[in-house]
């Protein structure tokens, strides 16, 4: 992606013809198994599957999804879900997706920025969370430069191989 097709992004709320794309970028992250707890042969999602998904997130009201979209084209999304538990409907945790290309690019700080404008808009939600592999340093760092901060991590909380583990980094941001 050149910078020039980075200043044509248009971040937008989901829509169910989306289901596709944001599908396809699903499966990319979980192939590469770098970034995402799911394993490609756990993964066997249906287009109809994520077109449901998005809708049911679409209809709650404490939930967004949103996309970042180049040349018509859907590039990357996020998706807020909240807690069910009444006590917890301050809060909720988001999970980010990008086409490889298009990472470290500023599409996902442009999602995390509109997310977050969401966020402050809207009169429930006070706190978004987020957990990380700990070996997601790029990630990390933007989550920090946009104002997460770390609250704990869950030491060796995944297992890639034979004593080869990875903690998982809890980050906040309180937003009113």
């Not at 192939?31 to 599957?49: H, L, R, W």
């Not at 709650?60 to 807690?83: C, P, Y």
């Not at 988001?94 to 995390?112: E, H, P, T, Y």
């Not at 966020?119 to 957990?131: D, M, N, R, S, Y």
């Amino acid at each position: 992606m050149s910078i020039e097709q980075m200043n044509k992004t248009i971040i937008r709320t989901a829509r169910i013809e989306d289901a596709e794309a944001v599908l396809a970028i699903h499966r990319e992250v979980i192939e590469e198994s770098t970034y995402f707890i799911a394993v490609s042969e756990e993964f066997n999602k249906t287009t109809e599957e994520h077109a449901e998904w998005i809708q049911k997130t679409l209809d709650h009201d404490r939930e967004t999804m949103l996309v970042a979209e180049v040349d018509n084209k859907v590039v990357g999304w996020i998706v807020f879900r909240s807690q069910e538990r009444k006590r917890m409907h301050h809060t909720g945790s988001f999970a980010i997706m990008l086409q490889k290309d298009c990472r470290n690019k500023g599409v996902g700080k442009l999602l995390i920025a509109e997310l977050l404008n969401w966020a402050e808009q809207h009169p429930v939600i006070e706190k978004i969370t987020l957990g990380t592999f700990s070996t997601n340093t790029r990630a990390i760092e933007l989550y920090k430069k946009l104002g997460f901060v770390e609250e704990g991590r869950k030491v060796k909380e995944f297992k890639f191989g034979d004593d080869e583990y990875v903690d998982d980094v809890l980050m906040y941001k309180w937003v009113k």
